[in-house]
């Protein structure tokens, strides 16, 4: 079995709930046919685009700002000019070091690996720590879970999910912050379903999904696919 193995092994903990994996260790678990498919996708580049541009401007600020200050401190200056330093480096302040406040939050958050791993014990729903970023995930077992199908949503721009619904409760807290409701997205609930939540996923990555929960459940039956778009 061990030839099957994913390339990014996931760290799995059958007797833990709501406890995000950590994809850098080694398996902590005897479990086999271990997959992963990541969901990483452009916003984390445009995520690090942003961290650079803002860098790059609060350096800026901190240029103008001495710039001006030297000037003023040597009296080579003139009311004009100190209001246009002042201005211009008002302006930099609001772009670069106040847009880092909320960088700085978000940034480990949209930029950690993401994604979705199975193997012979469940499923993982997960994002991993990075930096000051807690991570969170959620470990399902096979036996917890009715089913799991892509859906899709929207008009002229369409969402993909992938959808899990459980034969066992779960509370918000135990979800990832990032999973949907069908109340959020306009889809109908399952009511049969103890749990039932959406993970927004690519187009171009729902069917690996699909098939890697099939290749590794014990009943692939639990996928459920939805009718092509036309």
């Known amino acids: 079995m061990g030839g099957m193995a994913s390339p990014e092994p996931a760290d799995v903990s059958s007797d833990v709930r709501g406890v995000p994996s950590d994809l850098t260790r080694s398996p902590a678990s005897v479990s086999h046919l271990r997959r992963y498919v990541s969901l990483r996708g452009p916003n984390t580049r445009m995520w690090m685009t942003a961290a650079y541009f803002s860098g790059a401007l ?79 995930g959620t470990f399902i077992a096979w036996e917890e879970i009715r089913r799991i199908r892509e859906v899709h949503t929207g008009g002229r721009r369409i969402l993909y999910f992938i959808e899990f619904a459980l034969d066992t409760h779960r509370t918000d807290t135990e979800l990832p912050g990032w999973a949907e409701n069908a109340e959020s997205l306009d889809l109908e609930g399952d009511p049969e379903a103890a749990t039932q939540f959406y993970v927004q996923v690519p187009q171009d990555r729902k069917e690996h999904i699909l098939r890697m929960v099939e290749r590794t459940a014990p009943l692939p039956s639990i996928v459920e696919r939805s009718a092509p778009l036309r």
Do not use: C, Y
């Not at 100190?82 to 406040?101: E, K, T």
């Open 58 to 136: 609060t350096l800026g600020f901190l240029v103008v700002v001495g710039s001006m200050l030297w000037h003023v401190v040597r009296e080579d200056s003139t009311v004009g000019s100190v209001s246009l330093w002042a201005f211009a480096g008002l302006v930099m302040f609001f772009i670069g070091p106040g847009s880092n406040v909320f960088l700085v939050r978000g940034l480990p958050q949209r930029i950690t690996r993401q994604g979705i791993s199975a193997d012979s014990d469940g499923v993982i729903v997960l994002q991993e720590r990075k930096w000051w970023f807690p991570g969170e």
